[in-house]
């Protein structure tokens, strides 16, 4: 019997030790975090891992939601003077996230019927209206009689604007609808 209980003591535990077991968490943790890594650089900035829970968002947060809000810019006839132009300013904060300017425009008056128009940061704006080469969200690419936009803009100032600069004699009559469409941040 002395016997038994010395050969049961001398052969080995077939179980892990405690720094074992610690070794295999810490490389599964080290696994993990690495997966996570390389599917982050793939997805890109937008996007989530479909493996992982739902991305938290500020919807999701007690006390905030969010309301569609949407302001008329223009809306109706706008006489366009021959040599001038007429803007809009348009202002979107940060609690309005990303904008949409979107509407249409048709311009009657003078042999061509045509205005330019453009939506532009107020840089680009600048340079436009004097002529120059300018960075644009949406133009008419030159004169033209109707045409539509529809464009998304982060939190800034712009301007969205029609010139009739090319006439000498000729206004320009614009049926000009333009609206604003963002979403609003309300704490509850």
């Known amino acids: 019997m002395f016997r038994s209980r010395l050969e049961q003591a001398a052969k080995p535990k077939r179980g892990l030790n405690l720094t074992q077991k610690l070794a295999g968490v810490a490389l599964l943790c080290i696994a993990v975090v690495a997966v996570i890594a390389k599917m982050n650089s793939k997805a890109g900035a937008d996007e989530w891992p479909s493996s992982l829970p739902p991305r938290p968002s500020l ?13 008329q810019i223009a809306s109706g006839q706008v006489l366009v003077p021959h040599g001038g132009q007429v803007s809009y300013k348009i202002t979107i904060t940060p609690e309005m996230g990303v904008g949409r300017v979107m509407g249409s425009f048709t311009a009657a008056g003078g042999s061509g019927n045509d205005v330019d128009g ?54 320009k009559y614009v049926l000009l609808n333009a609206t604003l469409a963002y979403r609003k941040t309300v704490r509850q």
């Open 59 to 71: 919807s999701s947060m007690p006390g905030v939601r969010y309301v569609s809000e949407n302001e």
């Open 118 to 171: 453009i939506i532009a940061a107020e840089d680009g704006y600048t340079n436009w209206i004097n002529g120059h080469q300018a960075k644009a969200f949406w133009s008419t690419q030159g004169k033209a009689t109707t045409g539509s936009f529809d464009v998304r803009l982060n939190p800034g100032t712009y301007y969205l604007a029609l010139s009739n600069r090319f006439s000498l004699r000729a206004d």
